[in-house]
């Protein structure tokens, strides 16, 4: 951590700032957490982690624990000073009381309690105890150990000194409310990511998690002294590195720092993390900006001074990008948000202290390291050259496809809505599930768009392969909306792209396929959540002239108990090979039919983890995807990526 701050600032009720009551998070919780959802459930956690980490930030924590607990409760636990439970002078109130029942109360607002700090600007506490069903918080501070109960962000028992202690810090502990949230079983190796990243992000900071919900409590404990050049290493661990040490850069200017770790592999793609007083920021905002520029004209210089590039000859900011594994983050005073959810950074000032940092210390490594200079400079020019055969490959297609002149693709069989919100496409593999597809559709919205064969795996390879690939261009054409950068969403004439492969092996991976190549190359179809995933039965269960589905080995049984019921008798059982052997009916009525099918739509709910998943199955290392498959072949029908 942190030794900027050698001596104990005091952190009393004093440097509590009050703005404003706590009103209405009950009533519109998704104004404050995103949504109601599992996202929401788990924001909960990460605003409490939140605060502790806020204390690690300032200098003054060194370890926190979260522990989900049978019932789905959750336990934070820090190191840090222990909130106030002082007088804090505006309201007359212990402070404590006033973090956990005041909106807008907190150390953040220029009270002197922090200089930078994550969270939802002072909302973070009183939230989640608005949308808890109870809530109860002990502080270890000045020799003694203070309680607090709530129940649905209400008081039900005033702060008492409960002990004598020789600790500092705080301990949270609250029950989401069943009345708020759609489901409340928290997800352990969502949480486990959340604080993996918060550990690379705060180099020295210890953070447990455990899971004491099953028979065996699962746990771990993450602290990285590298920080976030183990950061970038993490992520390139199922890639090539193309150089084995990370480049790393800081500085500050004032209260603001920053400092970026980047590392090149031999794939294709671009992964790019940005934060800002440690929260993710995934639409990237001025310290990317800072960063891309920098970088581009950083490679652009060294290249025309050693030769390497000739005239105007100029890699562009993309082509510096390709392969690229950075690892961006930024603490600030006084950081702007744009949106609730601070998907975006907008401090210009951040930009400039970016790019400087980059520009001045890249430089200097480069020279200092002139083979990794060349080899990132080379694999930036190769892509340069890609690019310029893609761009032309891409002219090819629209005059062969009429890809600008509305000319679809013979395997489409087009529905007649014209309202992208009211129409749905199937992708299906085969002319014979094709042609069931074709037949049994409600053609007014339902599209059908006929594969054959295996596509290419867009994971090993570059755009200008893909734009010549006869297996996906009728697939972007029919779309309508472009790939890569020039992807406009406003184009597409679907709202539902519906994936209908067989559940087997071969037709996992033909999912898994076209996942990659929207993942890649269309990702704002999965960000919109426009891609889905049909999923068809897996058992038809026949009793004289009665016939039913099922969908799951449990479903099979439950229905074939129902079916020979107390006569016991004989119940036909058979499989389903694939799609092309039900005819058009069977397949409307199980698979397509609106009001009786079911959908699995695909979300991205973490990035990392996404890339992770695309990068072993579909790459290059051979060991990674191995292990993978042997660890997860049981869910194998129902992966959701």
């Given at each position: ?26 009533m ?80 953040k ?13 002072g ?34 028992q ?13 301990e ?11 489901t ?75 400092e ?21 920021t ?49 603490k ?49 020019m ?22 600008e002149?509305?000319?679809?693709p ?56 893909i ?8 697939l ?20 539902k ?5 067989d ?29 889905y ?7 038809k ?66 990035a ?23 660890r997860?072949a ?8």
């Amino acid at each position: 951590m942190s030794d900027e701050t050698k001596v104990i600032q005091e952190y009393g009720a004093e440097q509590i700032q009050v703005l404003e009551g706590l009103e209405a998070v009950r009533m519109r919780p998704g104004m404050y957490i995103g949504s109601t959802s599992a996202s929401g459930l788990h924001h909960l956690v990460y605003e409490i982690v939140d605060n502790a980490i806020d204390e690690a930030l300032a200098g003054y924590c060194k370890h926190i624990t979260v522990t989900i607990n049978p019932g789905n409760s959750i336990t934070v636990t820090d190191d840090g000073r222990g909130i106030p439970v002082d007088i804090q002078p505006q309201t007359g109130r212990p402070a404590l009381e006033v973090v956990y029942t005041v909106l807008h109360a907190g150390g953040k607002f220029g009270g002197g309690g922090y200089k930078v700090s994550g969270g939802l600007h002072g909302v973070g506490a009183s939230v989640v105890n608005a949308l808890s069903q109870w809530l109860e918080v002990k502080v270890y501070k000045n020799g003694k150990i203070h309680q607090m109960k709530f129940a649905r962000g209400n008081i039900t028992q005033e702060m008492t000194i409960i002990g004598n202690t020789e600790k500092n810090g705080t301990e949270v502990t609250f029950q989401p409310d069943p009345e708020m949230f759609d489901t409340l079983e928290y997800d352990y190796a969502t949480l486990h990511e959340r604080m993996r990243e918060e550990a690379f992000l705060n180099a020295g900071l210890s953070i447990t998690i455990t899971d004491n919900r099953g028979e065996e409590p699962i746990s771990e404990t993450m602290c990285y002294e590298g920080g976030i050049r183990e950061f970038a290493v993490w992520c390139n661990r199922n890639k090539t590195a193309m150089h084995s040490d990370v480049i790393y850069m800081s500085g500050n200017k004032g209260d603001a720092s920053a400092e970026i770790a980047i590392q090149y592999n031999d794939g294709y793609n671009e992964f790019l993390l940005s934060f800002a007083n440690d929260v993710r920021t995934p639409e990237g905002g001025m310290h990317e900006t800072g960063f891309k520029t920098a970088l581009t004209r950083v490679l652009n210089a060294y290249g025309l001074k050693n030769g390497i590039i000739k005239g105007d000859d100029k890699v562009s900011g993309e082509d510096c990008r390709e392969g690229i594994t950075a690892i961006i983050s930024v603490k600030l005073t006084d950081a702007q948000f744009e949106g609730q959810t601070k998907a975006k950074l907008g401090n210009a000032y951040i930009r400039t202290l970016v790019d400087s940092i980059v520009t001045q210390q890249l430089a200097e490594y480069f020279e200092e390291h002139p083979a990794t200079a060349k080899l990132i400079l080379e694999k930036a020019m190769m892509a340069n050259r890609a690019r310029e055969a893609a761009r032309k490959a891409r002219e090819s297609i629209r005059r062969k496809t009429g890809l600008e002149s509305g000319q679809m693709p013979d395997k489409l069989q087009d529905c007649n809505e014209r309202d992208p919100g009211l129409c749905e496409i199937y992708i299906v593999e085969g002319d014979s599930a094709a042609g069931s597809a074709i037949q049994g559709r409600d053609s007014r919205f339902q599209a059908i768009l006929a594969m054959w064969g295996k596509m290419l795996n867009v994971e090993k390879a570059r755009a200008d392969k893909i734009y010549g690939n006869d297996k996906l261009y009728p697939l972007i054409v029919a779309l309508g909306a472009g790939i890569g950068e020039e992807f406009d969403i406003e184009k597409l004439r679907y709202h539902k792209v519906i994936i209908m492969s067989d559940a087997d092996v071969d037709g996992a991976h033909i999912r898994t396929l076209l996942l990659t190549f929207f993942f890649r190359y269309m990702r704002p179809l999965i960000e919109n959540g426009y891609v889905y995933s049909a999923v068809p039965p897996l058992y038809k269960l026949k009793k004289g002239k009665t016939e039913r589905v099922a969908y799951s080995d449990e479903e099979r049984d439950l229905v074939s108990a129902e079916m020979r019921g107390e006569s016991g008798a004989k119940v036909e059982i058979s499989r389903f090979k694939g799609l092309g052997e039900m005819d058009p009916d069977e397949l409307w009525e199980t698979t397509m039919d609106p009001e009786k099918r079911s959908l699995r739509r695909i979300t991205l709910d973490d990035a990392v983890r996404a890339d992770e998943i695309f990068t072993i199955l579909m790459g290059e290392q051979v060991e990674p995807r191995k292990e993978w498959i042997e660890r997860n072949a049981r869910y194998a029908v129902n992966i959701d990526i």
